[in-house]
Each structure stands twice: as C-alpha cells, then as structure tokens.
C-alpha cells in the first residue's frame, strides 16, 4: 500500500491534472509514480521537463534506459525497475540478455554498453567523482564530454523517480507487472 494518496484525475490538485490527462492519453492509463507525484505538482512537473530534456540527449534511446535501470537498480526502486524494463525491451529494443544483466546488476555482454553503465554505476556510487580509469574507458568505448553530462542528467532524473517511489512505496500498476522485481535493499 503506497504511503502518500495516489491521485486520479479526479482527486487530483488543479495543477497536476494537466499531466496526468496527458499521461492518460499518451499511455492508456496513469503509472503510479505520476499519481504519487501529482502530490506536488511542481515535482510532476518537473518530471515531466526533464523527462522531455532527457529525450534530447544525444545518448539513444536504449542507452537512456541503461542509465535509469542502472540507477532504478542501485536506488533499489522496485517500481522504476519494471517501468524501465518495459520501455527497455518494448521501445529502446535492448535484448533479453542485456536488460536481464541490467536487472541483475551483473556485466552487460554488450562493450560498449558496459562502459556505459560502469559509468552510470560509478556517477551514483561516488556522487561523481568518477575514476579516470572509468572515465577513459567510457570515452575510448565512444562516448563524449557530452555523453557524460547527459548520463547524470540522467541520474538525477532517476534520483527524483526512484527517490519518490521508494518514499512513497508505490505499487505497481498491473499493466506493468509482468516485468516486476524486487529490490534486495
């Protein structure tokens, strides 16, 4: 049961409705982690922005989700890991073995990739003071100056989500619980 009022378009403040009628439309119904957001509708709405800058990074999209799951992972945020493996292997197109690795915070088979996520990992895990060993490796793996700002642009939009959901003990909407997990955090 979620600790804070998961909001309907109903229920929800005048603010928020805007963004969740949105993610109704878009999406069919409305994830949890927008109703628990829709709370404080300046958080729903800086989801919302970001989510949108996120999407213009010059990072893929399959590596976009790679950053979210890795940091979904770290933060031990049940739900953000099923929303992320939804969009991972439905959209970005990852493959079963890369975002079960993801899932199960082991080596991605992908190189690449890899050095992605060991970035993504050592952004979160150092509060981004990333090794030079890392950094060159994510660089020499063909990532820029660029890509390494876009990947914690990418954590902390994750840290708001992540945060929030384990706040907020959201629960899974059933339209994403085919890809559930759990944390062992």
């Given at each position: 049961?979620a ?7 109903q ?11 949105n ?10 982690l927008?109703?628990?957001l ?8 800086m989801?919302v922005?970001?989510?949108a800058l996120?999407g213009?990074a010059?990072?893929s ?18 739900f953000?890991v ?11 197109k990852?493959s079963?073995?890369v ?8 080596a991605i ?17 150092t509060?981004?003071?990333?090794s ?9 793996a ?6 390494a700002?876009?990947v ?6 994750a ?16 339209e ?9 955090k």
């Amino acid at each position: 049961m979620a600790r804070v009022t998961l909001h309907t378009l109903q229920t929800a403040p005048e603010a928020a409705k805007p963004f969740l009628e949105n993610a109704q439309k878009n999406s069919g119904f409305i994830p949890n982690l927008l109703a628990v957001l829709a709370n404080a509708p300046v958080a729903l709405e800086m989801y919302v922005t970001v989510s949108a800058l996120n999407g213009k990074a010059e990072l893929s999209l399959a590596e976009r989700e790679v950053v979210q799951l890795i940091a979904a992972t770290n933060h031990g945020c049940d739900f953000c890991v099923a929303g992320h493996t939804a969009v991972a292997l439905n959209k970005a197109k990852l493959s079963d073995e890369v975002v079960g690795a993801l899932r199960g915070q082991t080596a991605i088979p992908e190189v690449k990739l890899e050095a992605l996520a060991a970035f993504a990992r050592e952004v979160i895990a150092t509060r981004g003071n990333v090794s030079e060993q890392t950094y060159g490796a994510f660089k020499t793996a063909g990532y820029t100056e660029g890509n390494a700002l876009e990947v914690i642009l990418g954590v902390s939009l994750a840290t708001l989500c992540n945060f929030a959901n384990v706040f907020a003990k959201t629960p899974l909407n059933p339209e994403l619980s085919r890809y559930s997990w759990q944390s062992d955090k």
